[in-house]
Every structure is written in structure tokens, then in C-alpha cells.
């Protein structure tokens, strides 16, 4: 997952700066400026990059520290898959991880109402998913944690290597539920009344849990590596766009006023009317 977020920095900015040209296109529940969303990525850029540094800065373990490792010393709600290692499903988590990235935000442009904002909610999901890389990045940059594969043989030359440590927290399955609950959410925010609703939040929810299964089936990433990983990436997912939410739609509008008073006068204005 780290080398996932530079590529895609510089091109979000050109994206930025096509959002107001967008907003003129159709009606949207988001607003973005550039002159907020483009520092915000870019800060966000410089917040993983450092995190990469850091986890870069460690030190395999040598097989001195491999054959001082002992299970005993993990938490016992984790400790049932120390020692697990599967390169299929590792290549399975991979193959259900990076094309959801893409497809997730790709089905937006599916829809009628999303289409015609579409550059807008390229620059949110960069800002989501940018967010869930920051928060990853620092956490294996600062917290170093053995994966599981180090407590048994099979890792072969891997338990030696340098993000040998970074298993907290499960990156894989943070950016999923990142890419399924912000297209679930932006699905919701334009179609608020649709039927599709409840398959498409289900859709969002269950398909990161698998790619945590497969990280634990892999030995990459222990439970409690998985559930903070997926928290992170779902809260991201949501209050990204959340945030960005347009006044009136999220619950209040103004409404104009006129009409004639008790004593004869005529007055106009406008009303701020909470909407149900």
C-alpha cells in the first residue's frame, strides 16, 4: 500500500482545480474549493511520505531476534494466527484490494445523478483515500509490530525483510473499506431516496471484512490489525465526504419570506428552515 498514494498526488490537483468549473453542471450535496482541498491533499501526501520514511528507517529482525520470538507474548485474542502464512492468500487479498480502489469510485460515473459531478467526487475520493494513507503510514511508520508470519518457518527470506514490522495496522483493509464506504456514502448523499441503498451499504461492509480474512489467512496482519485498519478506512470513507456536505443538504435551507404584516406593511427576507 505505499507506494499506492504518490502516484495519484499530482494529478489530483489538476482535479482540484476542475471542481468549480464542475459545479455549474448539476446540482451537488458537496462543496470544494480549491484553495482548501488542494493543501489538504497535498498535506496529506507529505504526512504519508513521512510515515514511508520512517517504517523504511527499521531494520529487519536477524534470525537471532526470529528464534527469540514467542506466541506467549501476544495478546490472546490475536494469538490464534500467529505463525499463518499463504501466498495465495495474499495474492487474493491483493487481487480483491487494488482493483476495488478503482472500481469503487469507477461505478459513481454509472450513476445519472453522481456522473455530471463526477471531477468533484474524484478529488473527494482522493481526499479519502489520501486520509486512510496518512493515518496508515504514520501508524507503521511509528508503531512497529511483528506480522504473524515472523512466529512461524514458511515466511522464508520475508521474516528478515523491513516491513517485516509493520503489521499494525492492516493497510489492505483500511483503503477497501475507505474505497467501499466513500462510494456508498456519495451513492447515498446523491440518491438519498433509493431502494439500492441497503445493497450497496451491505456491499461496502462486507467486502473489506473479506479482504481482512484473507490478510490474517496470509499472515500479514493479526485481528486487531484488521478491525483498526478497517475502523480507520470506513470512518475515513464517511466523514470525508461528510464534511464536505453543502449547507442545505446537510438539514438546513433558505427559504424565502414575504408577505404582509397585521398592520398593512409589506416585508420579504429569508428564513433558515431546518429541512425534515
Same mark, same amino acid.
Given at each position: 500500500?505505499?507506494?499506492?498514494?504518490?502516484?495519484?498526488?499530482?494529478?489530483?490537483?489538476?482535479?482540484?482545480?476542475?471542481?468549480?468549473?464542475?459545479?455549474?453542471?448539476?446540482?451537488?450535496?458537496?462543496?470544494?474549493?480549491?484553495?482548501?482541498?488542494?493543501?489538504?491533499?497535498?498535506?496529506?501526501?507529505?504526512?504519508?511520505?513521512?510515515?514511508?520514511?520512517?517504517?523504511?528507517?527499521?531494520?529487519?529482525?536477524?534470525?537471532?531476534?526470529?528464534?527469540?520470538?514467542?506466541?506467549?507474548?501476544?495478546?490472546?485474542?490475536?494469538?490464534?494466527?500467529?505463525?499463518?502464512?499463504?501466498?495465495?492468500?495474499?495474492?487474493?487479498?491483493?487481487?480483491?484490494?487494488?482493483?476495488?480502489?478503482?472500481?469503487?469510485?469507477?461505478?459513481?460515473? $454509472?450513476?445519472?445523478? =453522481?456522473? +455530471?459531478?463526477?471531477?468533484? &467526487? %474524484? !478529488?473527494?475520493?482522493?481526499?479519502?483515500? *489520501?486520509?486512510?494513507?496518512?493515518?496508515?503510514?504514520?501508524?507503521?511508520?511509528?508503531?512497529?509490530?511483528?506480522?504473524?508470519?515472523?512466529?512461524?518457518?514458511?515466511?522464508?527470506?520475508?521474516?528478515?525483510?523491513?516491513?517485516?514490522?509493520?503489521?499494525?495496522?492492516?493497510?489492505?483493509?483500511?483503503?477497501?473499506?475507505?474505497?467501499?464506504?466513500?462510494?456508498?456514502?456519495?451513492?447515498?448523499?446523491?440518491?438519498?431516496?433509493?431502494?439500492?441503498?441497503?445493497?450497496?451499504?451491505?456491499?461496502?461492509?462486507?467486502?473489506?471484512?473479506?479482504?481482512?480474512?484473507?490478510?490474517?489467512?496470509?499472515?500479514?496482519?493479526?485481528?486487531?490489525?484488521? $478491525?483498526?485498519?478497517? =475502523?480507520? +478506512?470506513?470512518?475515513?470513507? &464517511? %466523514? !470525508?465526504?461528510?464534511?464536505?456536505?453543502? *449547507?442545505?443538504?446537510?438539514?438546513?435551507?433558505?427559504?424565502?419570506?414575504?408577505?404582509?404584516?397585521?398592520?398593512?406593511?409589506?416585508?420579504?427576507?429569508?428564513?433558515?428552515?431546518?429541512?425534515?
Amino acid at each position: 500500500m505505499k507506494q499506492f498514494f504518490a502516484p495519484i498526488l499530482a494529478s489530483s490537483l489538476s482535479l482540484v482545480a476542475a471542481c468549480p468549473a464542475a459545479a455549474q453542471q448539476a446540482p451537488s450535496p458537496y462543496q470544494t474549493r480549491f484553495a482548501v482541498e488542494a493543501p489538504v491533499i497535498v498535506a496529506e501526501g507529505a504526512v504519508s511520505g513521512f510515515g514511508i520514511y520512517r517504517s523504511m528507517q527499521r531494520d529487519g529482525l536477524t534470525d537471532a531476534e526470529l528464534a527469540a520470538l514467542n506466541k506467549d507474548n501476544i495478546p490472546s485474542f490475536d494469538r490464534f494466527s500467529a505463525g499463518y502464512y499463504s501466498k495465495n492468500f495474499q495474492t487474493a487479498g491483493d487481487l480483491l484490494c487494488y482493483p476495488t480502489l478503482v472500481i469503487a469510485p469507477g461505478l459513481l460515473a $454509472l450513476n445519472p445523478a =453522481a456522473r +455530471g459531478r463526477y471531477g468533484q &467526487v %474524484v !478529488v473527494l475520493y482522493i481526499e479519502t483515500i *489520501a486520509a486512510a494513507d496518512a493515518f496508515f503510514t504514520t501508524a507503521i511508520g511509528n508503531i512497529p509490530r511483528y506480522r504473524p508470519y515472523l512466529y512461524g518457518s514458511e515466511g522464508g527470506d520475508l521474516r528478515n525483510g523491513h516491513i517485516a514490522t509493520n503489521s499494525f495496522f492492516a493497510g489492505h483493509t483500511a483503503h477497501t473499506a475507505a474505497a467501499t464506504f466513500f462510494a456508498a456514502k456519495v451513492f447515498h448523499d446523491f440518491n438519498p431516496n433509493s431502494r439500492a441503498q441497503p445493497y450497496v451499504w451491505t456491499a461496502a461492509a462486507l467486502l473489506p471484512a473479506v479482504v481482512a480474512y484473507t490478510r490474517i489467512e496470509a499472515g500479514k496482519h493479526f485481528l486487531s490489525d484488521n $478491525l483498526v485498519g478497517y =475502523a480507520v +478506512g470506513a470512518t475515513m470513507g &464517511v %466523514v !470525508v465526504p461528510q464534511l464536505h456536505k453543502a *449547507a442545505g443538504r446537510r438539514g438546513l435551507s433558505l427559504v424565502p419570506l414575504q408577505g404582509v404584516n397585521v398592520n398593512g406593511y409589506s416585508y420579504s427576507g429569508l428564513l433558515l428552515r431546518k429541512q425534515l
